[in-house]
């Protein structure tokens, strides 16, 4: 299965915050009121973020597109940033970025309260195809859950009679952040932790071979997004039962738009050989047996 992009306009603009707050250990949600982006965003795609008015940190960074919403509610009722589905009407209006502080732009972005503002562009890159199946298998590692909630909730509303299985590995249970989105919106949800504190004791791959005991994968479709070594490991499993698994690559960029050639990742083309292609362009996503994951990691 090969990634597509989707044509669209990219959009450059400031936006106003009308809600941000941390949600787990070392990781923040953030709500802009931005309607060209909310309306526009494929599952997958992404926007690069910047600090209005600001020099320092001076480039702007990726941020995945979490999910979009029609409607708000006052900035001091959090609730609903962890509920859904959204039910409101019309086009989306509201967009929501999860992000982890890693770096002095993540710390200083935590920063920002409501009333502020961010500079951002995007849609970015290609997005995620709704998989021709009826069983989709998510696959998230660290803060990579980011960029499946959009796609597992197209797939469910697009594709009649579906089931769709989220699975999340983590270092401990205090890194999960509403993570009970993905249920709200009808998804099975499974984790995998390394210290044992939240569902299985071991890595996401432990936990896809322990379900395999009591449930087939044998028609299931796979969206990854995590660390490149957990989603090689997560390439080979599905490569091993063959089955189609697609990835979201989270190199690091510059500029977004295929200008600095920083993002660039070791793909296969149709030959067999394989060349740099850059994450900004033609990915973030890719379908996971064209990337060399040896050379990515």
Same mark, same amino acid.
């Given at each position: 299965?090969?990634?597509?992009?989707?044509?669209?306009?990219?959009?450059?603009?400031?936006?106003?915050?009308?809600?941000?707050?941390?949600?787990?250990?070392?990781?923040?949600?953030?709500? +802009?009121?931005?309607?060209?982006?909310? $309306?526009? @965003?494929?599952?997958?795609?992404?926007?690069? =973020?910047? #600090?209005? /008015?600001?020099?320092?940190?001076?480039?702007?960074?990726?941020?995945?597109?979490?999910?979009?919403?029609?409607?708000?509610?006052?900035?001091?009722?959090?609730?609903?940033?962890?509920?859904?589905?959204?039910?409101?009407?019309?086009?989306?209006?509201?967009?929501?970025?999860?992000?982890? +502080?890693?770096?002095?732009?993540?710390? $200083?972005? @935590?920063?920002?309260?409501?009333?502020?503002? =961010?500079? #951002?562009? /995007?849609?970015?890159?290609?997005?995620?195809?709704?998989?021709?199946?009826?069983?989709?298998?998510?696959?998230?590692?660290?803060?990579?859950?980011?960029?499946?909630?959009?796609?597992?909730?197209?797939?469910?509303?697009?594709?009649?009679?579906?089931?769709?299985?989220?699975?999340?590995?983590?270092?401990?249970?205090?890194?999960?952040?509403?993570?009970?989105?993905?249920?709200?919106?009808?998804?099975?949800?499974?984790?995998?932790?390394?210290?044992?504190?939240?569902?299985?004791?071991?890595?996401?791959?432990?936990?896809?071979?322990?379900?395999?005991?009591?449930?087939?994968?044998?028609?299931?479709?796979?969206?990854?997004?995590?660390?490149?070594?957990?989603?090689?490991?997560?390439?080979?499993?599905?490569?091993?039962?063959?089955?189609?698994?697609?990835?979201?690559?989270?190199?690091?960029?510059?500029?977004?738009?295929?200008?600095?050639?920083?993002?660039?990742?070791?793909?296969?083309?149709?030959?067999?050989?394989?060349?740099?292609?850059?994450?900004?362009?033609?990915?973030?996503?890719?379908?996971?047996?064209?990337?060399?994951?040896?050379?990515?990691?």
């Amino acid at each position: 299965m090969s990634s597509i992009s989707h044509s669209c306009k990219t959009y450059y603009q400031q936006s106003e915050i009308v809600a941000h707050e941390q949600i787990a250990e070392a990781t923040w949600r953030i709500r +802009v009121d931005c309607p060209n982006l909310a $309306t526009t @965003t494929r599952p997958g795609q992404f926007a690069m =973020v910047r #600090l209005t /008015g600001r020099n320092d940190p001076l480039l702007a960074r990726p941020l995945a597109i979490y999910d979009v919403f029609h409607q708000h509610q006052a900035p001091d009722h959090w609730q609903p940033m962890s509920l859904g589905p959204d039910t409101g009407g019309g086009n989306p209006r509201f967009v929501d970025f999860v992000y982890a +502080v890693a770096g002095k732009f993540t710390t $200083t972005l @935590t920063s920002l309260r409501p009333g502020d503002s =961010v500079s #951002l562009w /995007g849609p970015l890159g290609n997005g995620f195809q709704v998989p021709p199946t009826d069983h989709l298998v998510l696959i998230a590692g660290g803060i990579g859950q980011t960029a499946l909630l959009m796609l597992g909730r197209e797939f469910l509303a697009t594709v009649p009679s579906s089931q769709a299985t989220f699975c999340w590995g983590a270092g401990h249970a205090g890194l999960f952040g509403h993570a009970e989105d993905f249920g709200n919106h009808g998804m099975d949800t499974h984790f995998a932790t390394l210290d044992g504190s939240k569902g299985h004791h071991g890595t996401v791959i432990d936990l896809l071979d322990d379900m395999e005991k009591t449930m087939t994968f044998r028609q299931a479709a796979i969206a990854c997004c995590g660390p490149e070594g957990m989603m090689g490991a997560v390439a080979r499993w599905a490569a091993k039962r063959s089955l189609n698994c697609q990835v979201s690559l989270e190199t690091p960029m510059a500029c977004g738009i295929g200008i600095c050639f920083s993002c660039v990742a070791p793909v296969l083309d149709e030959k067999g050989d394989w060349d740099y292609k850059r994450t900004c362009i033609e990915g973030p996503i890719f379908d996971s047996q064209t990337i060399q994951w040896d050379a990515m990691t």
